[in-house]
């Protein structure tokens, strides 16, 4: 559903329930960075990534969202644990931020907010960059750029969870290199999860939409 004011996203983040997913605990180690990759807009992500923060004991998170628009109004969160959405709201109609493909949805701020009460969230990245003029071969660029704000801005005190579109998240590509594997050559540490959506399982999450 696509939500068109900053009080209707206000009151949707405050009703978001989570729901408990079962995980396949023994095939995930407790790595210091561990990729999430997600098929974007599904109602259970958010959920599958507050049960992989306390299955692992992580504390950060790193959202495909582009850290110019959405880093700052992160930051301000971490600091006064409330979000600033009328500030979210008055972006231009084509901000990245009302985008609707489901990298930003109210089960993501519902996330961060359960993360943080819990005293489970010491940072949030914000590694993506707004989209500039297409070029050949623009996806490696920008997985390239991902990888590297993510690594610059990481604090390695910090076991991060990356929720990123699938393909961003792999490690055994041959058509290209992914953001997950430029990581891996300065972290080898790096393991990677694809999530699945049992059939019936998957459901349409809620986003911000572009005032009219």
């Given amino acids: 559903m696509i939500i068109s004011s900053p009080e209707e996203f206000a009151a949707a983040v405050d009703a978001y329930r989570f729901v408990e997913l079962p995980l396949d605990a023994a095939a ?4 210091g960075l561990l990729f ?5 807009g599904v109602r259970e992500n958010p959920d599958a990534l507050y049960s992989l923060a306390v299955e692992l ?3 950060a998170v790193a959202f495909e969202w582009s850290h110019e628009e959405m880093q700052a109004p992160l930051d301000a969160f971490l600091r006064t644990g409330s979000f600033d959405f ?7 109609p084509s ?3 009302f985008c609707g493909d489901g990298r930003i949805t109210t089960g993501h ?3 961060l907010d359960r993360l943080r009460r819990e005293n489970r969230l010491d ?3 914000a590694s993506d960059r707004l989209d500039p003029v297409p070029v050949p071969n623009d996806w490696q660029v920008r997985d390239r750029e991902m990888a590297e704000r993510l690594l610059a801005e990481w604090d390695l005190r ?7 579109g699938g393909d961003h998240a792999r490690l055994d590509a041959t058509d290209g290199v992914t953001m997950a594997m430029v990581v891996a050559r300065e972290y080898p540490g790096v393991q990677s999860v694809t999530l699945e959506y049992p059939d019936g399982a998957a459901k349409s999450a809620d986003v911000p939409g572009a005032p009219a």
Avoid: C, Y
């Fill in 158 to 164: 910090s076991p991060i969870l990356v929720l990123v």
């Fill in 123 to 125: 940072q949030v990245i």
């Fill in 28 to 31: 995930i180690r407790a790595p």
């Fill in 36 to 40: 999430v990759g997600e098929s974007h």
């Fill in 95 to 97: 901000a990245e931020f």
């Fill in 109 to 111: 701020f519902a996330l």
């Fill in 57 to 59: 004991g992580t504390r």
């Fill in 86 to 92: 009328d500030g979210l709201w008055s972006l231009p």
